[in-house]
């Protein structure tokens, strides 16, 4: 009887551990991590925390255990929020839509061409196979972070001649490889133009105003910081033990996790002082569960829970797990159609909408 006693409670403990996790990640997206940044790493986990508590309550519900309860109200406002990272297509409202007129939107980090594997072994082909894509869907506006052109000089030739009838606006980081940063790709009249830039960063955002079917807008073309961070690493450092290593990526997650919402304020100023309605594309480098995600979606649609289908993940390297790439629109906009076309020429996969107004 003791032992059965013991049990319970220790089962019901690992219940209270996995719902005050699963809590944490709900509360992640309200505080800014810049000044709670362990809070951060929650929202990040809320994939792995939902799914422990689903384990929990199928575990009790099968022993017919009255702490089911404890997993079943954890798991209550998860059904609010996994619309982030599955969507089950609705075909009908769809095919509905479709015939409208619609303005196409892309965005993708192109990895600065650096993804070879197959029959892409060089910098060249890799840059030619994406732009080869980027051309097949006749976008109206493109969206690229981590753009790199070899020779600064001809930044503005280079994306002419890749993308013929397309106007280019770009800002680019140089170094010994050549230039680097965000390029927006547009046949749209353009308005304005201008740059958000972060401090201490090679990360930044761009904007351009754009006229279409009588309406003035603007686009945000958003790179945040990334983690920088190699998982591979990190694995081979824990099965070695190498405690320098990991005590060093924590460093680099706790210096990404508080530049980031610094980075997303800056942004967010921007945006409220704008007198058009705003777009919002982008690697976020942060997951739906977020204050970057809050912050981004403020009078917004997610074009992924409108229009998506299936896993929203675009990180190829831990699909289906991760979505950190987004197109968000104005309210007041309708989206059409939402893609992830699964792409091997990048380590993120592009996103692809079709919007009307």
Same mark, same amino acid.
């Given at each position: 009887?003791?032992?059965?006693?013991?049990?319970?409670?220790?089962?019901?403990?690992?219940?209270?551990? %996995? %719902?005050?996790?699963?809590?944490?990640?709900?509360?992640?997206?309200?505080? /800014?991590?810049?000044?709670?940044?362990?809070?951060?790493?929650?929202?990040?986990?809320?994939?792995?925390?939902?799914?422990? /508590?689903?384990?929990?309550?199928?575990?009790?519900?099968?022993?017919?255990?009255?702490?089911?309860?404890?997993?079943?109200?954890?798991?209550?406002?998860?059904?609010?929020?996994?619309?982030? #990272?599955?969507?089950?297509?609705? /075909?009908?409202?769809?095919?509905?839509?479709?015939?409208?007129? %619609?303005? +196409?939107?892309?965005?993708?980090?192109?990895?600065?061409?650096?993804?070879?594997?197959?029959?892409?072994?060089?910098?060249?082909?890799?840059?030619?196979?994406?732009?080869?894509?980027?051309?097949?869907?006749?976008?109206?506006?493109?969206?690229?972070?981590?753009?790199? @052109?070899?020779?600064?000089?001809?930044? +503005?030739?280079?994306? +002419?001649?890749?993308?013929?009838?397309?106007?280019?606006? #770009?800002? &680019?980081?140089?170094?010994?490889?050549?230039?680097?940063?965000?390029?927006?790709?547009?046949?749209?009249?353009?308005?304005?133009?201008?740059?958000?830039?972060?401090?201490?960063?090679?990360?930044?955002?761009?904007?351009?105003?754009?006229?279409?079917?009588?309406?003035?807008?603007?686009?945000?073309?958003?790179?945040?910081?990334?983690?920088?961070?190699?998982?591979?690493?990190?694995?081979?450092?824990?099965?070695?033990?190498?405690?320098?290593?990991?005590?060093?990526?924590?460093?680099?997650?706790?210096?990404? @996790?508080?530049?980031?919402?610094?980075?997303?304020?800056?942004?967010?100023?921007?945006?409220?002082?704008?007198?058009?309605?705003?777009?919002?594309?982008?690697?976020? /480098?942060?997951?739906? &569960?977020?204050?970057? #995600?809050?912050? &981004?979606?403020?009078?917004?649609?997610?074009?992924?829970?409108?229009?998506?289908?299936?896993?929203?993940?675009?990180?190829?390297?831990?699909?289906?797990?991760?979505? @950190?790439?987004?197109?968000?629109?104005?309210?007041?906009?309708?989206?059409?159609?939402?893609?992830?076309?699964?792409?091997?020429?990048?380590?993120?996969?592009?996103?692809?909408?079709?919007?009307?107004?």
């Amino acid at each position: 009887m003791a032992k059965n006693r013991f049990i319970g409670l220790t089962n019901r403990v690992l219940m209270l551990i %996995a %719902a005050a996790l699963l809590a944490l990640s709900y509360l992640s997206m309200f505080f /800014n991590p810049a000044k709670v940044w362990l809070l951060s790493l929650a929202g990040l986990l809320f994939v792995p925390f939902s799914l422990v /508590n689903l384990f929990l309550l199928i575990w009790a519900i099968a022993r017919r255990s009255k702490a089911f309860v404890i997993p079943m109200l954890a798991m209550l406002p998860a059904l609010f929020f996994i619309g982030r #990272y599955v969507q089950v297509s609705d /075909n009908d409202a769809e095919s509905e839509l479709q015939n409208k007129d %619609a303005l +196409k939107v892309i965005s993708w980090n192109v990895g600065r061409f650096a993804y070879h594997s197959g029959d892409i072994d060089t910098f060249e082909e890799c840059a030619d196979s994406v732009f080869r894509f980027i051309k097949q869907q006749d976008a109206d506006i493109i969206c690229l972070q981590e753009m790199r @052109i070899k020779d600064s000089r001809r930044i +503005k030739a280079y994306l +002419k001649e890749k993308m013929k009838g397309y106007s280019s606006e #770009y800002y &680019m980081f140089t170094n010994r490889g050549g230039s680097f940063g965000n390029v927006t790709l547009s046949r749209l009249p353009v308005r304005n133009r201008g740059k958000v830039k972060f401090d201490e960063s090679a990360n930044l955002a761009i904007f351009t105003d754009y006229e279409y079917a009588g309406k003035v807008f603007r686009v945000y073309n958003c790179h945040f910081e990334s983690y920088n961070i190699s998982l591979s690493g990190i694995i081979r450092a824990m099965l070695k033990s190498e405690s320098d290593i990991i005590a060093e990526t924590g460093t680099k997650m706790k210096r990404s @996790i508080t530049r980031r919402p610094k980075q997303v304020d800056q942004v967010f100023a921007d945006i409220e002082n704008c007198p058009v309605e705003t777009f919002v594309c982008g690697d976020f /480098n942060d997951n739906p &569960m977020s204050y970057t #995600y809050y912050r &981004m979606m403020r009078d917004r649609k997610d074009a992924f829970v409108e229009a998506g289908k299936g896993f929203g993940a675009t990180y190829a390297r831990l699909w289906p797990l991760l979505r @950190i790439d987004y197109i968000l629109c104005p309210k007041t906009y309708e989206v059409v159609s939402h893609e992830i076309p699964r792409v091997g020429l990048s380590d993120h996969y592009p996103v692809v909408a079709e919007i009307t107004f």
